[in-house]
């Protein structure tokens, strides 16, 4: 593992999670950006760097920035899909190995469940050699890699199912799930269709909710409240932005963003205690784990059989519960974050890997579009 | 009200494609420097960044490379499930997404399709492909 720190996440929250129609946006980001400043023992004054990503305003930094009453050194608005976040930090800790800001305030709120988003009537730009035939854009691009990998592969909707079953298995565990009650494989495998091969509850949730995440300098971290959780290593990579660009349905960028971090951080594979890996869909996270270097390509399917994810198992993944089972407003990146820097703390009770060290978070964003690795560990 | 299928925003780029298949004829560009063939329509090479770029032809052939089947879709498209959505290797070596016409237990990935010029309003045509 390298020695050298550079900067730490020493704070993070939720806000109010699953349905919350009596609240915009902008309220559940304050929310979630005051309990994490709580959590850190650092106040607003301490701010000098604001990030956040949502398509809410022209100009989401500034919309929140104003209501915060902030006024900060350095925004970023990267929006890379449901992996910004992950791509946040990265950006974070390189401002502050920069010397620009020294606390970076890390925010998301939705209220997609309250307020979903409504089909459009013009395909503009590139949309419109895809959107006039009607495939339900997110769903329906996953289903197209996931029917790729079975027929290259020879993955079966039962290894699939593993990865719901065990997810739902640790949001069990979770107080703040929003689905606890326990599945089977034959329930995955009996829930309707919502495009082949990817069943109901191959699918992430749909729900509201919002995080923040504070990032500080080493500097900092000798004044904050709780232990620091070091930002080790960070990749970024794309392939594309519509799914037809992809250039290999089984393959994503992961296999990039992944060796990067991984790289950065000087850590192996089998090192890694906890992972906190993007699931809008059972077919993300198995392609994940393939390009991550967890297993090789085509073996997604045989490396999450046996519950191997579960809490009783050998890989402890999405120990929350999940974009599958515990939350998942649209861009569910944050809450990777949150979990892994939970875990390290050893604050996650009933759901707590022993002695986690380190954790690697894994953003995925758009349709299998972008991606984010991040590598976290604890002194 | 009936909620049309959204009709895509023609601009340069793109009205040429689109007046291609009002005409009979599936557009696809070349690149006169890199010898690629480029889908969908650009200004400038992706793989070169060359401007030298002409309108060419397709013979209309190519594989399935990948398909779903749509169970639950939203506006104009939720009275019309179950239908197929697939991603089409041309024989020229590009990529596009389309409908796929034919029996679900007969459509496979890598099975051969041609292509079918889809009326879908008087000036509005999309390839959909079929099994051949």
């Known amino acids: 593992m390298k020695s050298e720190r550079i900067a730490a996440i020493v704070g993070v929250a939720e806000s109010d999670l699953g349905k919350t129609p009596n609240k915009n946006v902008l309220q559940l980001q304050a929310q979630a950006a005051k309990a994490a400043l709580d959590d850190a023992g650092l106040t607003k004054d301490d701010v000098d760097a604001l990030f956040t990503a949502g398509n809410w305003a022209w100009a989401p930094n500034l919309m929140l920035a104003e209501y915060l009453g902030l006024n900060t050194k350095y925004m970023d608005s990267t929006n890379i899909g449901g992996s910004s976040f992950e791509a946040h930090v990265g950006h974070a800790m390189a401002g502050i190995q920069a010397g620009l800001f020294n606390v970076a305030l890390i925010t998301y709120g939705s209220t997609n469940r309250t307020n979903p988003m409504k089909p459009t009537s013009q395909a503009p730009l590139t949309a419109q050699y895809e959107q006039p035939y009607g495939l339900p854009g997110t769903v329906g691009s996953y289903a197209l890699a996931a029917m790729r990998h079975m027929h290259q592969y020879g993955t079966t909707s039962e290894q699939l199912a593993e990865i719901a079953v065990a997810t739902r298995k640790w949001a069990t565990l979770n107080e703040r799930a929003y689905k606890r009650e326990p599945i089977e494989i034959s329930d995955v495998l009996n829930s309707r269709y919502i495009a082949e091969p990817l069943h109901l509850l191959d699918c992430c949730l749909v729900t509201d909710g919002g995080g923040a995440v504070i990032v500080a300098s080493k500097e900092v971290v000798s004044r904050t409240k709780k232990r620091p959780v070091w930002i080790l290593g960070h990749g970024e990579a794309n392939s594309h932005n519509t799914i037809t660009n992809m250039p290999d349905l089984t393959v994503t960028s992961a296999r990039e963003s992944g060796q990067r971090a991984f790289e950065m951080a000087g850590v192996a594979r089998a090192e890694i205690d906890v992972a906190e890996i993007y699931d809008s869909f059972t077919i993300t996270v198995l392609l994940t784990l393939e390009a991550l270097g967890f297993c090789e390509p085509g073996e997604g399917g045989a490396f999450v059989s046996g519950q191997r994810t579960a809490p009783e198992g050998s890989f402890p993944m999405n120990t929350n519960g999940g974009g599958l089972s515990y939350c998942h407003p649209g861009m569910y990146g944050i809450f990777l974050l949150i979990e892994a820097v939970r875990q390290l703390r050893g604050e996650c009770e009933m759901r707590q890997v022993n002695d986690a060290e380190l954790a690697l978070v894994h953003g995925t964003g758009g349709v299998l579009s972008s991606t984010s690795t991040v590598i976290l560990g604890r002194d | ?132």
């Open chain 2, 1 to 132: 009200m009936v909620q049309k299928i959204p009709k895509p925003i023609y601009d340069e780029e793109s009205r040429p494609f689109w007046d291609g298949l009002n005409n009979g004829e599936l557009l696809i560009q070349h690149c006169n420097s890199c010898r690629e063939n480029i889908f969908y329509p650009r200004s400038i090479c992706p793989h070169c960044f060359s401007e030298e770029i002409q309108w060419s032809k397709a013979s209309g052939n190519g594989r399935i490379y990948s398909y779903t089947v749509v169970h639950q879709a939203f506006g104009p498209y939720k009275e019309e499930v179950p239908f197929i959505v697939g991603i089409i290797d041309l024989d020229e070596g590009v990529r596009m997404m389309t409908r796929i016409i034919g029996e679900r237990d007969q459509i496979a990935i890598d099975k051969q399709v041609s292509v079918v010029y889809q009326q879908i309003d008087n000036d509005f045509v999309l390839p959909y492909f079929r099994l051949v």
